[in-house]
């Protein structure tokens, strides 16, 4: 007899208000490991590049936020328990990413971008309609985002000054962390998307990352 239990619909959007207000609300997410930067010391940044490391910051909180959404929608409507399960594994896992991402932000004297919850519902949204379609769909669109991320985060680090070394620890321990992640999905069964689709995302996130980078 198994002992896993069965969540009514009621059960779920209660569940998926508590996930959605613990990405969207200031330091709510608690990450399950320490910021990469903990033992790293502040170093003397100019004030330009103090706001411009902050609107990278900012960014890829943004992309956390979408993260979480995306994952949350996935599990929400993923056919098979396993791959309910991997992205429910994923999601905690970006916890640690937003939560570092935002106390880094925060740091450099800024705030989260005010988009945030528009963000989330479009993510949200993708991912629970990916789920519905299929499972092998939904792992090879965590796969293809999670490429996105990590092109993002190279491009990123490569426009950090030398000086920031807090910053840099976040992100390369983020890189290992997403590229693992989009790994993961394929060996799972995901489908991996043709070159033309993943034109059309980079795009779309070009979107977002010019519009969080100042609000």
């Known amino acids: 007899m198994s002992n896993q239990r069965h969540y009514t619909p009621v059960d779920k959007l209660f569940m998926q ?17 320490v910021t990469p930067a903990k033992t790293i010391e502040e170093s003397a940044m100019t004030e330009q590049e103090t706001k411009h490391v902050a609107g990278l910051m900012r960014i890829n909180h943004t992309g956390e936020v979408c993260a979480q959404a995306l994952y949350q929608g996935q599990a929400l409507t993923a056919k098979l328990s396993e791959v309910r399960e991997t992205m429910e594994k994923a999601a905690e896992e970006e916890i640690d990413h ?50 996105q991320v990590c092109k993002h985060l190279d491009e990123h680090l490569e426009q950090l000054p030398i ?12 890189r290992l962390d997403e590229a693992q992640h989009s790994t993961n999905a394929l060996a799972a069964g995901g489908f991996k998307f043709p070159k033309p689709i993943k034109i059309g ?15």
Do not use: H
């Open 17 to 33: 208000v508590s996930y959605a207000l613990r990405t969207l609300l200031p330091f709510s997410g608690s990450p399950y490991r």
């Open 98 to 147: 937003l939560a570092w991402c935002e106390q880094r932000v925060r740091e450099l004297g800024q705030r989260p971008s005010i988009l945030n919850p528009l963000f989330y519902g479009l993510s949200f949204g993708l991912g629970a309609t990916a789920g519905l379609i299929s499972d092998k769909l939904s792992l090879g669109f965590v796969a293809a985002v999670e490429d």
């Open 163 to 174: 000086a920031d070394e807090k910053s840099r620890a976040i992100l390369e321990q983020m």
């Open 201 to 215: 995302m980079t795009l779309l996130s070009k979107v977002m990352t010019k519009t969080t980078y100042r609000i």
